[in-house]
């Protein structure tokens, strides 16, 4: 692995050029990355993990299954981070509600909000999950986080990545710098640079969306899909490719790699539940999108930028339409001009 730089060599140099941060951040950083690495091994084990695959007799807040992996990766996930004394709190998509550090444990000056196990419907079947991770500062004057405190704008993310439990484990990540991954040796347990300096492609021929919700989507998506499908004799004059694995994790890593676009749009199905995505704001919208725009790719609900929107509840759920460049404007120009689906209640 010698020809490779160590993730905690890499961090510790870009830390050295931000001196003010006093290493708060990299050492929050070493706990997440504890928190994946326990995260990975027991994701990995499949079925010999036994009583830990499979579904869990719970609903979380949003009213979907949980599975037994779900809470356990959650709770990982919390007894990994919250003792380092660099959190304030922390918020997940298995939690109704943000916890405040307790206070046997200093409390620092960073929030987190994550998604344990993202793609969990993937499990039973040996495909990729992973983890999604977006860290905050707290805001000035508060002590004890609650709730509101956690209702930022996606471009006042101080760090935000990702852990992929694929045929490797990758972390990518950016601190607003770039982003750049990370492959775990599992022979040392050590995370090193493998694909520096991510950059997306401006142009693609590849789609990622679930298609089977085609008749639910609004005009402006069925129509760019409808022109991919027609492929060269099409308006867009080129043959596309659609990949689909319902892990967003493994869909945005496939981006970051080879290009494309991912999109899981407002629909009419969603919006008559009263929502208005099925992604979640904080914890894998604003993340995935702040790594896609650091690596020259946009990220947009078709109306607007999505690290722009003001939050306003902890599991607010979105439109997601991301990746390179050219695809995507295309996609945001055909919403110019039309009118939202009515968001039930
Ligand atoms: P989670 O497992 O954290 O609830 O997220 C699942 C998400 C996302 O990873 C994926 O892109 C999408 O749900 C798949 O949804 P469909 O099953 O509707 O395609
Ligand atoms: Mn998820
Ligand atoms: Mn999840």
Sequence with gaps: MSQYTSFYKFISEEQRERPFSGGKLTGLLLEVISACKKIAFLTGQGQLAGQAVGAAETENVQGEQQKKLDILSNELFIESTQWCGYLAGMASEE?????????????????ITFDPLDGSSNIDINVSVGTIFSIL?????????????????GIKQVCAGYCLYGTSTMLVLTTGNGVNGF????????????????????????????????????????????????????????????????????????LLCRGGIFMYPMDARLAAKGDAGKLRLLYEANPMSFIVEQAGGVASTGRERIMEIRPNALHQRVPVIMGSQVEVDRVVSYHDGTTPIAVAG
């Design 183 to 254: 492959t775990l040796d599992p022979g040392t347990g050590d995370f090193f640079l493998t694909m520096p300096d991510i950059k997306l492609p401006k142009e693609t021929n590849e789609y990622s969306i679930n298609q089977s919700y085609s008749r639910h989507w609004e005009p402006p998506v069925q129509r760019y899909v409808d022109e991919c499908l027609a492929g060269v004799e099409g308006p867009l004059e080129k043959n596309y490719n659609m990949r689909w694995v319902a892990s967003m994790v493994a869909d945005v890593h496939r």
């Design 137 to 153: 500062e707290l805001p000035q004057g508060v002590d004890k986080p609650t709730d509101k405190d956690f209702l930022q704008q």
């Design 95 to 111: 939690m109704d509600n943000s916890l405040s550090v307790p206070d046997i444990y200093p409390r620092g000056k960073y929030l």
